[in-house]
């Protein structure tokens, strides 16, 4: 970065210039304004995305969290009983779903299944909009999961350090000012998976081009909602490598970091090559409540690697019942997971084809 980009960041970041508030702006400046800062900082905030009925979505969400766990652990159970795929899909108390490949068993249903009240906002024009101008015309959800997040054991001492399922290291408590820098894939070198090829679903390699390949969507719920903003060190998705570069600390704040504000309501959209972490919480901090999207272009091959995986979250899959309950303004994005379904490119593109045809064709004349 030049010496002037980092002057305009530090401005940007000190005066909060980053947060644009839906109410106040047109949807065409929005959208122009949160371009711009996304390409220029690696992340931006809508204010006001969701106005009321925060206290529906909270218990919503939480509830999510306790069935999307008792599903899983009720799943593992059944897997080490053996029973059939046509088992496993029939069972009353479980809900699995076909994946889209035909040679993959059946995976867990996509975590927008116990959102029903909450699903209409992740369709929500102004965000869709934002997306699809810095990433292209035809974008999918390649993950959704919602976090219920109450205080960690917060130690004076020592980073509390446990492995997750799938054997890779997490923060889980510690000193207030840990942190657990990463970038999100297809910028994540642990590729999700580590070193196991049944779960590892790839990752750009190092320097990563300056080109965005994905979108990071939060949308935030909490009441209360001071100190639960995202870590960041703003303008890092320029670097060029990830911090789990293997050569500094991802526990230990950084110099140039930066805690985003956010307002209950808010919505946080980062590049996935941004640097960030998420909050500890102590006591005072009470729980943090959020539902967390990754965004990609058409172009990209969001889960055609981990064909054993049953449990990650990659392009968990839905029927064509689930899909027809969604809300009209998100199915775009989530058709290519139901395997009864047909996904064609987007007719915009197909108009942008036919119109560079039409331009070729004066070249073919005789």
């Not at 981990?306 to 064509?320: C, E, G």
Request: with cysteine.
């Amino acid at each position: 970065m030049t010496l002037s980009n980092i002057k305009n960041i530090e401005k940007i970041i000190s005066k909060h210039k980053y947060r644009l508030d839906k109410s106040k702006i047109s949807s065409k400046k929005l959208k122009k304004k949160a371009v711009k800062l996304i390409r220029e900082i690696g992340f931006c905030v809508i204010d006001n995305v969701i106005s009321k009925n925060f206290s529906d979505y909270i218990d919503e969400i939480e509830k999510a969290k306790y069935s999307t766990k008792s599903n899983t652990e009720l799943f593992k159970k059944l897997l080490k009983k053996k029973l059939s795929e046509k088992e496993l899909l029939n069972h009353p108390k479980l809900e699995v779903r076909m994946s889209r490949f035909r040679n993959r068993k059946c995976k867990l249903v996509n975590d927008i299944f116990w959102l029903p009240k909450f699903s209409k906002y992740l369709g929500d024009r102004t965000i869709t909009d934002i997306i699809k101008a810095n990433l292209d015309e035809h974008v999918r959800i390649g993950q959704i999961h919602s976090k219920f997040s109450k205080y960690q054991n917060i130690n004076s001492k020592k980073v509390i350090i446990r492995n997750d399922s799938f054997g890779l290291p997490r923060v889980t408590g510690g000193l207030l000012n840990a942190r657990e820098w990463h970038t999100d894939w297809p910028h994540d070198p642990w590729a999700y998976g580590g070193r196991n090829k049944s779960e590892n679903i790839g990752c750009i390699k190092e320097p990563f081009p300056d080109l965005a390949m994905g979108l990071v969507v939060v949308h935030f719920l909490n009441d209360s909602i001071e100190n639960l903003g995202t870590w960041v060190v703003p303008g890092s998705h320029k670097s060029g490598i990830s911090p789990r570069h293997g050569k500094f600390s991802t526990l230990l704040p950084i110099k140039k970091e930066h805690q985003v504000k956010v307002n209950a309501g808010s919505v946080f959209i980062q590049d996935t090559r941004l640097w960030h972490s998420s909050p500890l919480l102590n006591k005072s901090l009470s729980k943090r409540v959020i539902v967390v999207s990754r965004w990609y272009p058409w172009w990209l091959e969001i889960d055609d690697y981990a064909p054993d995986s049953r449990f990650n979250i990659v392009a968990r899959p839905l029927s064509k019942k689930d899909f027809e309950k969604l809300p009209n303004n998100l199915k775009p994005y989530l058709l290519y997971l139901c395997s009864e379904k047909k996904e064609y490119i987007k007719n915009s593109l197909i108009q942008k084809t036919n119109l560079y045809l039409k331009r070729s064709k004066k070249f073919y004349r005789k």
